[in-house]
């Protein structure tokens, strides 16, 4: 039987992946001794699953026996039969990373067995999959643990059970994130991690080149660096629901507890399961007998309406009767035997599982089937107690769907793309900053951010990806995401290392500037958002190839740079981006304003107006306090201007609360409410909700943010949140309290409306100050505990 996730095994991987993996400098400093070995006699470039292995023998079960290890494309490390670490976490060739893991725990005194699965998806494998060919390598941290080394020593085989079934999405859906698996049982190899390998076909593995880390002078191919990341979270979780069965009948008790399903011999089974929220998890099939049997596990995220004639459309995410399933999907054959069981390599994202089984002459018996959940190991360490129970129902679905983004890098989504958009990973920045104050995540993103830029000077739209591609209109929000880093995170040092990319960014738009500072024929994709009407998300251009949003965008980002500038970096800068920034804002206000409608145009032509270029008008300061409230009403009020969707409505709602409407926040959240009425578990992609092509896209988790920030009115004041404004907007609330991460600690507020008064108390962190802000009137703030009486 193979190895299968147990819950205790599970319970003892998530025990030690809470840990950040500690630098190894003595290893990262010089050549490894540890080879890349490979497969012999194999074509290293194509589709393939292997295993390699090595049996030592210790005297006494090691304290700590740290290792180094990575694979290409993938690997799951296993000690004795016992799965201890996944990667390597995603980067590219010039920062590849490895884990530094112990084996200690699992490891015992005589003879002992470190055994890999390493698989390369080849052409099929996800988009942001970067990759050279199969390798993996394995390095010992001193020279006690070198007894490990990759290197002749090990022997491999390849699993020619194996085979890739590629995603078709019949309804147009751009889908990048990986094929599914064939396996046939007769032919897999069973137990190959195992601690005694009960087959015969090993043999010694091929070398490739010592391992190189990077910065060496001939550091080709894989330049290694650990991965600054912790091991991701594997938690054991069972499926709670079956949802529907069809010519078979299910057991009490079946799936949500481990009871055997029997399938007759030629039968067609189908099973609908539900696991009643949306999950990335690694899927687990444990049957046995059923000779010749079929066996087919499609995931989705929700069934569609009728996928021939209405393509996405999915509606009711809740219903099942009348619906479709269609996607990513793994499928089995069964040998007969007893025991078999079947793990995805990687995780799948899922809510419903559709499981078909075709029996031949033998009836095939369903063991159990669960999954075993995974994702970065972020802790909610943020409160929010109100007494509107819509907020925490949506502060929930908003950390859900966080969560469910972000597995070694942020993701926009799990399901279809699994890629890290500037545009995508800002918002969900903010989110880890005010929900968990884990920023290591990000600190990773910023440095993949960073190392994605071209000699042209702007960054990649995404990264890692391994086909290139540029929304330069992201590189712009790239400097946004290095100052609020700056601006919310103790560490300015970390920024300042990155003020290098920032004036590249600039220095690239600077060339498409014309004499008076607009912006004109700016290359690549210039999204800003999926609004109706804008061809690829992309803003008009006007007849003379102005566009406002894109001119405000810039006024933006040379303000955050000259703020950066004049605290980390070069005061001559910060001075000649001012100068930029007031050039930008005079020309927006003459080029785009039109007095009439009392709103900034999209562009020179002004015949079109959007909620998107006056928000940005408010939020850069080009639309001069006096006249931001009469805006903000025209942005609620007028409904022919361009509609933000739920992704830049982050962007609305700053904009309308800076212009003092932030007391009505909750009446701005009907997309939202719509999602949760539709039966989502997640935000969906799209402000179309029965529509939307992904149900879980982390940039509708604005309101994770605004809860705080708006409503309790928690913000950062100075870099590195070294002072504290808090405005709170309280809206129809009459009792309000929350606690948020901070990097000195947490910020605790708390709001009660009696018959007499406001009573509010505060308490900041040690090692700061701010300022609490009440209907214009200002009171200085303490570390400590503060109150007022309003």
């Excluded at 995220?301 to 990513?328: H, I, P, Q, T, W």
Aim: charged fraction near 20%; charge should be neutral; include cysteine.
């Amino acid at each position: 039987m193979k190895p299968i996730f147990t819950a205790a095994l599970c319970l003892l991987g998530l025990l030690h992946s809470a840990f950040a993996q500690t630098p190894d400098m003595a290893v990262a400093t010089k050549p490894w001794n540890a080879y890349w070995i490979t497969a012999s006699n194999e074509i290293n470039h194509e589709y393939g699953v292997y295993y390699f292995r090595k049996k030592i023998d210790l005297p006494a079960k090691p304290a700590t026996f740290f290792v180094n290890v990575s694979a290409d494309n993938r690997y799951k490390l296993y000690v004795n039969g016992a799965l201890v670490s996944c990667g390597p976490a995603r980067g590219d060739t010039y920062f590849w990373n490895y884990e530094h893991v112990d084996l200690a725990p699992y490891l015992v005194a005589g003879n002992n067995t470190v055994a890999a699965q390493v698989w390369n998806e080849a052409d099929v494998r996800p988009e942001a999959q970067i990759s050279l060919r199969t390798g993996f390598i394995l390095q010992g941290a001193t020279p006690a643990e070198e007894i490990l080394n990759t290197n002749k020593s090990w022997q491999a085989i390849r699993d020619i059970g194996y085979k890739p079934l590629p995603v078709y999405l019949g309804y147009g859906a751009y889908y990048v994130a990986g094929p599914g698996e064939l396996v046939v049982e007769s032919q897999t190899l069973k137990n190959a991690v195992a601690k005694d390998p009960d087959f015969p076909g090993w043999y010694g593995a091929t070398i490739i080149d010592h391992g190189k880390p990077k910065g060496m002078q001939d550091a080709f191919g894989w330049m290694l660096v650990q991965s600054q990341i912790p091991q991701m979270e594997r938690t054991y979780q069972r499926i709670p629901s079956l949802r529907k069965a069809i010519g078979v009948t299910a057991p009490d008790g079946f799936p949500v507890n481990k009871t055997a399903l029997t399938v007759p011999a030629n039968t067609t089974a189908t099973l609908i399961l539900d696991q009643t929220y949306l999950t990335n998890a690694y899927l687990t099939l444990n049957f046995s007998k059923g000779k010749g049997a079929g066996i087919s596990l499609t995931y989705n995220e929700s069934l569609f309406d009728n996928l021939a004639k209405y393509g996405n459309r999915k509606g009711d995410r809740n219903a099942v009767e009348g619906k479709e399933m269609g996607g990513r999907k793994d499928s089995l054959i069964a040998d007969g035997t007893e025991g078999q069981s079947f793990t995805t390599m990687y995780w799948r994202t899922f809510r419903y599982i559709r499981l078909i089984v075709h029996t031949a002459d033998e009836p095939l018996v369903i063991d159990d089937i669960y999954g075993t959940s995974t994702g970065y190991p972020f802790q909610l360490n943020a409160k929010l107690k109100t007494d509107n129970p819509e907020m925490q129902q949506m502060l929930d679905i908003g950390w859900r769907t966080a969560r469910m983004d972000a597995i070694e890098t942020y993701m926009d989504c799990p399901y279809y793309e699994q890629l890290q958009y500037i545009g995508d990973t800002r918002i969900q920045a903010m989110v880890s900053y005010y929900n968990s104050g884990d920023d290591r995540l990000m600190r990773n993103a910023i440095n993949l951010m960073d190392h994605s830029r071209l000699g042209e000077g702007i960054t990649l739209s995404r990264h890692p990806s391994f086909s290139p591609q540029i929304i330069s209109t992201f590189s712009l929000w790239y400097i946004g995401i290095l100052h609020d880093y700056w601006m919310y995170r103790p560490d300015a040092n970390f920024i300042k290392g990155k003020l290098q990319g920032e004036r590249a960014v600039l220095d690239f738009f600077s060339r498409y500037q014309q004499a008076d500072g607009s912006l004109k024929g700016v290359p690549y994709w210039t999204f800003v958002d999926w609004s109706n009407g804008w061809g690829g998300g992309s803003p008009p251009i006007g007849s003379k190839g102005g566009s406002s949003i894109l001119d405000l965008q810039l006024l933006i980002a040379y303000q955050q740079a000259a703020e950066m500038e004049a605290k980390l970096g070069m005061s001559a800068l910060a001075l000649n981006y001012s100068a930029k920034a007031a050039q930008l804002k005079q020309i927006i206000q003459a080029k785009y304003w039109d007095a009439a409608k009392g709103l900034y145009a999209d562009n020179e032509d002004k015949k079109q107006f959007s909620q998107h270029a006056n928000s940005l008008a408010i939020l850069s300061g080009a639309a001069e306090k006096i006249i931001a409230p009469a805006i903000a009403h025209k942005l609620l009020t007028d409904a022919s201007l361009t509609q933000c969707t739920i992704y830049f409505k982050y962007y609305l709602h700053q904009a309308l609360t800076q212009a003092g409407l932030g007391n009505d926040y909750m009446k701005w959240l009907d997309i939202w409410r719509e999602d949760i009425k539709l039966g989502l578990t997640t935000w969906a992609e799209m402000s179309d909700v029965p529509a939307s092509r992904s149900d879980c896209h982390a940039w509708g988790s604005s309101p994770n943010i605004e809860f705080f920030r708006t409503i309790l009115g928690i913000d950062s004041y100075a870099p590195g949140f070294k002072k504290i404004r808090i405005e709170p907007h309280l809206g129809d609330l009459k009792n309000a309290s929350g606690e948020m991460p901070h990097p000195n600690g947490k910020i605790s507020v708390s709001y009660i409306l009696t018959q007499k008064a406001f009573y509010v108390k505060v308490n900041l962190p040690p090692g700061t100050s701010g300022v609490f802000i009440w209907k214009g009137v200002e009171k200085p703030l303490a570390a400590g505990d503060n109150g007022f009486i309003f």
